[in-house]
Structure formats: C-alpha cells, structure tokens
C-alpha cells in the first residue's frame, strides 16, 4: 500500500511540475492528459479514488489517535503499537499530499487552460486593435488626402477667381476698345465729308479761279483794242 502511495506522488509531483515549468511540449502533453482525465467517465473515477483516499485517510487519523489513547491510558506504547502509529502516520502523511497534490494539479490545470483562453482574447483583441489602428491610419489618410484636395480646390477657386478678374478686365479693355474704334470711325467719317466738302470748295474755287482768269483775259484783250483805237 504505502508503496502504491509513493508511486502515486511521485506521479502527481512530477505532472504538477511539468504544469509549473514549461519543458518543451511536455506541458501540452500533461495538459491533454488532465482534460481526458476529465471528460467523459474521468471526472467519476477521479472522484471515487479521491473519496477512497479520503476515507483511508481519515482511517489513519483515527487510529493514530486511538494508538495515542491507548498510549496515554497504559502509560508506555508497545513496540507493535509504535510500528503501527509509525505505518498509520505515514500513510496519512502520503494520502494527505496525494490529496493536496491533486488539488493542485486541478488549480493548474484550470489557471492554465483560462491563461490559455485569455492569451486567444488578448490576440484577438490585439488584432482588433490593430485593424482598428489600420482603419483608423486609413482614415487619417483620406482626411490628409481630403485637405489636400481641399487646399487644391481653395488654390483652383482662387485661380478661377484671378482668371474671372483677368477675363473681366480684358471685357473691360475690349468694350473700351471698341468704344475707341467707333469714336475712331465716326471722326473718320466725319473727317472724310470734312473731306469731301473742302474738295467740293476747292473745285468751286477751281471753277471759279478759272472763270476769273478768262475775265481778267478778256478785260485785257478789250483794253488792248481800246488803246490801239
């Protein structure tokens, strides 16, 4: 029995420091080994071994104390009770860290498939975090690229508005232009029956320059013949 009782820590010692101490893949391994121990029947032989142990148990206190009682009652402890007080003690003291051993092996087991769960959430939050910092640097770079093309349209509006001052003012120019032109064009044709009216004038003074001289002529011709008369 009691060397049943040492394999039996030895075992529990050795998975439990497998669960406290990361060797390899052998972590995984004694993980796997505690969740089949509790699934499907597991859960109820584990149960039933633990209520056996525990019923040895307390066994053994109880007759390390009546050993005790006796002691006290006769005064001396016979060489066979000591042997017995020494055997019951040491399977107490061996079915009491089986006991404790398998609590801590459940507690491991439990910290480390919740450590497990809550390592799958922090990377699953963190691949939110960073989708949501990639939607967000996304974001950050349409808005660049929206004041970018606004600070493009201000500059276009701004062009527009010099382009459409320009265009007014060349209007402007044109209009005066053509106002020049037509005052041009109406002094040209005032100058040209301006023109006109001193040709006319001058050919009546032609004509009458002309008319003149055959006068003077004749008067001359007439005074001629007077004199020779």
């Not at 669960?19 to 390899?24: E, H, N, R, T, Y």
């Not at 006109?196 to 001289?213: F, H, K, P």
């Amino acid at each position: 029995m009691i060397q049943l009782l040492f394999l039996v820590l030895f075992a529990e010692g050795g998975l439990a420091l497998l669960l406290m101490v990361k060797i390899g893949p052998l972590r995984e391994l004694a993980m796997r080994g505690v969740e089949q121990a509790k699934e499907g029947k597991g859960p109820a032989a584990v149960k039933t071994v633990a209520c056996t142990l525990l019923v040895i148990f307390l066994s053994s206190l109880a007759s390390i104390l009546r050993i005790q009682n006796r002691g006290l009652k006769l005064g001396t402890v016979s060489p066979m009770d000591q042997v017995l007080w020494r055997t019951h003690l040491l399977e107490a003291s061996l079915i009491g860290y089986i006991l404790f051993l398998a609590f801590v092996i459940d507690r491991l087991h439990h910290y480390h498939r919740k450590l497990t769960i809550l390592k799958k959430t922090a990377n699953t939050s963190r691949e939110e975090v960073e989708k949501l910092q990639n939607e967000l640097q996304g974001k950050e770079d349409k808005s660049k690229e929206v004041k970018k093309l606004r600070s493009e349209l201000s500059s276009l509006s701004e062009k527009m508005k010099k382009l459409k001052s320009e265009s007014e003012e060349h209007e402007r120019r044109r209009l005066e232009a053509e106002t020049h032109v037509n005052a041009l064009q109406k002094q040209s044709e005032e100058l040209l029956l301006e023109y006109d009216r001193l040709l006319e004038d001058n050919q009546i003074l032609q004509t009458q320059g002309v008319s003149v001289g055959l006068n003077v002529t004749r008067t001359g011709g007439s005074i001629g013949t007077y004199r020779r008369i």
